[in-house]
């Protein structure tokens, strides 16, 4: 079965501190995401990848970076996090990028 | 949440009744996808769909491409059918992942 793990699955960061959010997938996926929830906004997709050492820009980008070391790592990094980066954080993997999308369990943080 | 639409917000279903959940999309909608996020926050695939229907269990899903539009129909809720579903959307010429709707929370009760 699909499996899609995200650590860490909570954390508390310091606003202006560095955050790293880390996803692993053992689906032989090609593509991967990083999806933000809000209250009232639902899923928008911050960055994505669909091969190894390549990360491309998605909706909402802005503050965050991504790193795909290989095909079963992607990582999202807030350089420097802010109190608007509170939300919880999905990582998603799919075999291309219309085909059914698997997500992780998702990672809630907190800036303070 | 504009360009994909869902409706209702919210719904309140009693055990074993039906009803039936709606996204209208206003981007050119090539396939769908339809979750569950259920009470512990985890988001379950439950169809994807090119223009058509599939049917799984009691859930039942039809994507109209050409009046640009989706349905969920639900048929004898269960409790353990409680959440929030959301429909997402892979654009035309848009490879970079769905785009989402704000989402439907389903409460069935006893």
């Known amino acids: 079965e699909a499996a899609v793990t995200q650590s860490p699955r909570s954390k508390v960061a310091v606003t202006g501190g560095k955050v790293t959010l880390s996803c692993h997938q053992t689906?032989?996926?090609?593509?991967m995401y990083w999806y933000r929830q809000d209250t009232g906004h639902g899923l928008r997709l911050i960055h994505y990848?669909?091969?190894?050492?390549?990360?491309e820009k998605g909706d909402i980008p802005d503050g965050y970076k991504a790193s795909r070391p290989s095909q079963e790592n992607f990582s999202l990094i807030l350089e420097l996090a802010s109190l608007s980066q509170t939300a919880v954080y999905f990582c998603?993997?799919?075999?291309?990028?219309?085909?059914?999308?698997?997500f992780g369990e998702g990672s809630r943080l907190i800036v303070v | 949440g504009d360009k994909v639409k869902q409706s209702p917000s919210a719904l309140s279903l009693q055990e074993g009744t039906n009803s039936a959940l709606r996204c209208n999309f206003s981007?050119?909608?090539?396939?769908v996808q339809w979750f569950l996020q259920n009470p512990r926050g985890s988001l379950i695939n439950l169809f994807y769909?090119?223009?058509g229907t599939k049917e799984n269990g009691r859930l039942k899903s039809t994507f109209n491409s050409k009046e640009s539009y989706s349905t969920l129909h639900i048929r004898d809720a269960q409790l353990e059918d409680s959440g929030t579903y959301f429909c997402?959307?892979?654009?035309?010429?848009?490879?970079?992942?769905?785009?989402f709707g704000l989402g439907t929370r389903v409460s069935v009760f006893p």
């Open positions: 998603a993997s799919s075999g291309d990028s219309g085909n059914t999308l698997y």
């Open positions: 689906n032989n996926h090609d593509y």
């Open positions: 990848s669909y091969v190894a050492d390549s990360t």
């Open positions: 981007i050119a909608a090539t396939t």
């Open positions: 769909l090119v223009p």
């Open positions: 997402a959307a892979e654009r035309n010429n848009y490879a970079q992942g769905l785009t």
